[in-house]
């Protein structure tokens, strides 16, 4: 199954796995005080990606009122029932192209977000959609990983991790040194 970020595949088949695929991760628990450090006073967040607010949640729990961007509607519908009175709103649309007329003190572009996006300009375009959002002296936080680790292994790799009693996870790389993409 290939899923798609930018037409909303990626979340409407995962949705029912996107918890357990996550857990554990410790960014549930230390982005709101991360944030805070960066921005003390900072109240409103953009994030991209939003998904069905596993790091929203808890940021609009520490006090901050988050919105944000995402093209799955299984992952919105989701966000809203679990957000509750929480101060989260969520848009559907493609951050690549459009956001919000509001501005914010927080961007958020989390996890895998930014390489869901497949071209470099898509990349650029949604960068800058981030920083057309900001408050002046606002804050944009990128999440990346290193991709040399990939680049280093063969290709294609395979990894299968159980996410539950009758799921399992297979993630699939594949590494193209020429053009250096994963």
Known sequence: MTSNAADGSYGDNL???YDLMYAGRPDVATLPSFCRSIGPD???????GIGNGRLAIPMAESGFH???IDTSQSMIDTLRARAGDLPVTAIKADFRNQSTDDVFDLALILTNTLFMLETIDDKRRTLAQARGRLRVNGHLVVETYDPHVYLERPSPFSVTLPLGPSMLLTDTVIVDRLKQMV
């Open 66 to 68: 988050v919105t944000g």
């Open 15 to 17: 949705d029912t796995a």
């Open 42 to 48: 900072a109240s409103t967040v953009l994030e991209f």
